[in-house]
């Protein structure tokens, strides 16, 4: 299996553009999770799916941010409009079961806003 | 709310035992996870303890007493390579880390 795909590797945009992460999971997987990370606030959960229904969404920072699963094998994460502040690492991780199984992360995207 | 304690950074010498711990407060518990993350690549996972005790997996062993909301990973024969961050996660939720630096 080639692991959790995620797409790009890098972003570098202006602000005020929208910015479109995309995930690919572990086939079989039937749980998804976006975070974010950096240095001050360490790595954030965002949003989990469950079998491609969102389950909680709390640490989606605001309305800037939506996710969606529209299958089981993608999702998406969008910035719209991006501001400097979202500059982070973006990773994407699956499992077979929410806080019982671990999670595979992908590689992550590295966003810059500037 | 969910609290996820560990110490920020912690440093060791090659072939020494470290102890890294964790303490969490959480209202439902699953399981206590430990993930390894170097710098500039993504998580992976550790260990797992659901149950209390010691979770060994040859060099690495975890231990868990969930009625003291307390963890941690012991790291023996340390290499340099086990210098990285050490991430204590429960219920799908990340402490901090710790960022552990081996020494020759």
């Known amino acids: 299996d080639a692991g959790v795909i995620q797409s790009p590797r890098h972003e570098v945009t202006e602000m005020g553009q929208e910015v479109t992460l995309r995930c690919k999971p572990i086939s079989g997987h039937d749980y998804l999770f976006w975070y974010r990370q950096t240095m001050m606030r360490g790595l954030e959960l965002l949003i989990y799916f469950n079998n491609n229904v969102p389950i909680d969404d709390s640490g989606m920072p605001e309305d800037r941010f939506s996710a969606k699963m529209p299958n089981a094998s993608f999702s998406t994460l969008k910035i719209q409009p991006s501001e400097p502040r979202d500059s982070a690492v973006y990773f994407c991780?699956?499992?077979?079961?929410?806080?019982?199984?671990?999670?595979?992360f992908g590689p992550g995207t590295r966003l810059t806003v500037t | 709310g969910q609290n996820i304690d560990q110490p920020t950074e912690m440093t060791a010498t090659e072939g020494a035992i470290v102890q890294i711990n964790c303490t969490y407060q959480?209202?439902?518990?699953?399981?206590l996870f430990w993930y390894q993350q170097h710098a500039g690549e993504a998580p992976t996972f550790l260990s797992y303890n659901v149950l209390d005790g010691l979770e060994e997996k040859g060099r690495f062993s975890s231990f868990l007493s969930r009625s003291k909301g307390y963890s941690y990973l012991l790291l023996k024969e340390l290499q340099m390579k086990d210098s990285a961050s050490y991430l204590c996660n429960n219920d799908m939720r990340f402490g901090a880390g710790t960022r552990l630096t081996v020494k020759p």
């Open positions: 959480t209202s439902g518990f699953n399981g």
């Open positions: 991780a699956s499992s077979l079961g929410a806080g019982v199984l671990e999670q595979y």
